[in-house]
């Protein structure tokens, strides 16, 4: 078995760090560069990571190997670049535990609790009971990761980020559509106008709900009756003031604070 994890660990290196590293292109050196601006323009405090163009899967963010993947394409494009600060603050959520996943988790894990006792206390039905499990299941496991990356990226990025979640779900074509992996496009707005708002930004995440609200209208796709208790708006906004709160006292900057004379990356990105 140890051999075994020592030859995967080979592999992923070889297909990841060795494989930037030997073919480094003027795509892959001018992302690396981007990102060392993104970093020092959000006070991100650690060495930053490699950038490589060469994800055949979106942008992918490799936390043991500290490289970020983005598509072939990426040098080229500014309207997808705030998905570089959702991989970046996979690197956040990853190494500032104590100050952000672990107050997430407990956050969560009380909001299903309380749950499953007033549930209890109703005699709601097995299922109903189930469904409620399952759901805490999903949000403990790797939903909390992907909303707290959402909201992380949008306290660095701001209506940008908001703007860019309703542009990659326009192209997926049903914005309720969500997996074990990863929450609802839909919900995950909900947790990026949270954010917006405890910012001050009240006027852009209303535009933005506008924007979705058309997006939504002209889908094919319809809410599932569950969608509501998948996705408490109350517990969206516990999860934001908790995340706001993390990325205050962790000494990042917000979008408005770096988007004068320094922030080169984050003003172009606005502006686009």
Known sequence: MDFKRVSELIVSLEDTSLLILKRCSADDRFLTSLLRQICGEVGYKDQPPLCGALSFQYFQALMETDIIMTPQGQASELLALPD????????????????????????????????????????LPQATMEAIGKNSGLWTSLWRVEFACDMVATYWCGPAYGLANLRLSATRGDPYLDSGTHPADDARKTGIECILRLAGESAAASEIDRMWQDLKRLSPSVQPLSYAKRYPVQLLEQVAQCVYQGCAGLGFRRFSQHQSGSGIVGGAIAQA
């Open 84 to 123: 570089l600060y959702h991989e970046l603050a996979h690197f956040v959520v990853f190494r500032q535990r104590p100050a952000l996943e672990v107050p997430v988790l407990a956050i969560i894990h009380k909001y299903f609790a309380d749950a499953i006792r007033k549930g209890r206390q109703q005699g």
